[in-house]
């Protein structure tokens, strides 16, 4: 798919944008543009990674599953549950492996300003909630939690395992991710495939049900993921560099924009389950923001990201 940001009549910049749309065997049910180039998948598999975290025996509240789930926007309700994964398992922050960062969010960021912190923080990352699980599913098990983001230790194993068996490809070698955890290998049609087993089988039904019940603690509400997840109806998650995947009944539709631009991406995922008869006109009209994102000029729309 092909879309155009215009602005008062003018297309200024052109987004190509690989979709693909399967069913959990890999039947293709519609594509556009080169759905099995190569990709890292980045945040866009967190559900997987807090998957492995629950088979290692971590307990985890339906909403503590969802912030492990999350690239979230770092705000107090994110910050209290991340503290509170890492509590139980008897560690702190402290522990934690992902950088320091300011919140992702920029109302998160502007209120911890607001309250007088003057540094970025290892629990403000956006993938703060996927390292507690990880650190708590390495407590249970006894596996070395100063070394748990090394490829070979044995919790990366285990992920690149069911990543493997989600997506059909095998998700190496490995890269790095910009919080410091292995990132895996694959295609937009390996993660449309994930997301067509994420909504469908029983191994990976606590996490699909958290991302799906609570986008605000996976996405915020304000972000277009996000949006797009409270009236989907099943999971949601994006990746950096512009790539999405949404899963429903045994369905799959992945997106990844080929410049990285995230709402290239949910706007093709949108458009791409519009096709195939997935979404109704309630949810269309909803989601017209998201389809089509507004362009501002001095405030108001003076364009918008329209599909060629």
């Not at 991302?211 to 972000?223: E, K, Y």
Request: proline share 7%; with cysteine.
């Amino acid at each position: 798919m092909r879309f155009l940001t215009v602005r008062t009549g003018l297309a200024e910049s052109i987004h190509d944008v690989s979709v693909v749309a399967v069913d959990a065997d890999g039947t293709e049910l519609l594509r556009s543009g080169d759905p099995d180039r190569p990709l890292f998948y980045r945040s866009a598999v967190k559900p997987f990674q807090a998957t492995v975290a629950l088979e290692a025996g971590l307990m985890l509240p339906v909403e503590h599953l969802a912030v492990a789930s999350a690239s979230h926007g770092g705000w107090p309700a994110h910050i209290a549950i991340v503290r509170s994964i890492l509590g139980d398992a008897g560690l702190d922050e402290s522990f934690l492996r992902c950088p320091p960062s300011w919140p992702l969010s920029q109302g998160a960021n502007d209120l911890q300003v607001r309250r007088g912190i003057r540094s970025p923080k290892r629990v403000f990352h956006n993938c703060s909630g996927k390292h507690a699980a990880m650190l708590g599913a390495c407590m249970i098990q006894g596996w070395p939690i100063e070394t748990y983001l090394d490829p070979n230790h044995p919790l990366q194993r285990q992920i690149v395992d069911i990543v493997t068996d989600a997506t059909g490809i095998r998700p190496e070698p490995v890269g790095v991710d910009g919080c410091g955890a292995p990132t895996l290998r694959g295609s937009v049609r390996g993660l449309a495939r994930a997301f067509a087993n994420l909504s469908s089988s029983e191994r990976c039904r606590p996490a699909a049900d958290a991302v799906s019940r609570f986008p605000a603690l996976v996405a915020d509400n304000a972000r277009p993921d996000g949006k797009l997840a409270r009236w989907w109806g099943g999971p949601v998650k994006v990746g950096a560099e512009g790539q999405i995947g949404i899963g429903r009944h045994g369905i799959g539709v992945a997106a990844k924009a080929d410049a990285g631009k995230s709402e290239a991406a949910v706007a093709a995922v949108i458009a791409a389950a519009d096709e195939l008869g997935l979404i109704s006109d309630v949810m269309v009209n909803a989601l017209e923001a998201e389809a089509a994102p507004p362009l501002l000029g001095g405030g108001k729309p003076v364009g918008a990201l329209i599909r060629e």
